[in-house]
């Protein structure tokens, strides 16, 4: 199963990103992978976060514009929204501190485990940085589909 981190979500959603149209067949392609695929909470999160804020690249989404794109990954695409495990808070900072994740890779990190979680054996992102995971391999789509 595929999860998918929130960069991929905003480039998809922001059509003056450069990152667009790679960003939306990444989805597709996602979406159309049969082993399924979903997205972490904490990730849709975020994404609203960004694409709602008045100063996101080409002004801020409106709440319903920002909605309607979650709910058509969800039925049209076939999303499953990933909840965090309710022992993540206590096995986030366990791993944190066996993999020496210090400041906001921790959210990496909260994401990836909420991933695994939910079965997912690769989490695609166009974070470079982005921390891995035993059992979770990580992919960017942009650079190699």
């Avoid at 990836?112 to 470079?128: F, I, K, P, R, Y």
């Amino acid at each position: 199963m595929i999860a998918v981190d929130t960069n991929l979500l905003v480039y998809a959603h922001r059509a003056g990103c450069p990152e667009h149209d790679a960003a939306r067949r990444a989805i597709e392609e996602a979406a159309n992978d049969a082993s399924g695929w979903g997205i972490p909470c904490a990730c849709i999160l975020e994404f609203w976060s960004i694409v709602t804020h008045p100063s996101s690249l080409g002004g801020g989404s409106s709440p319903e514009i920002a909605r309607q794109f979650i709910e058509a990954l969800i039925v049209t695409g076939g999303a499953a929204i990933f909840p965090p495990p309710g022992s993540l808070a206590p096995r986030c900072m366990q791993v944190a501190r066996q993999l020496g994740v210090c400041g906001s890779r921790i959210f990496d990190l909260q994401i990836g485990l909420t991933a695994l979680d939910a079965g997912a054996t690769e989490l695609w992102t166009h974070d470079s940085g982005f921390i891995g995971l035993p059992g979770l391999k990580v992919l960017d789509p942009l650079r190699t589909l």
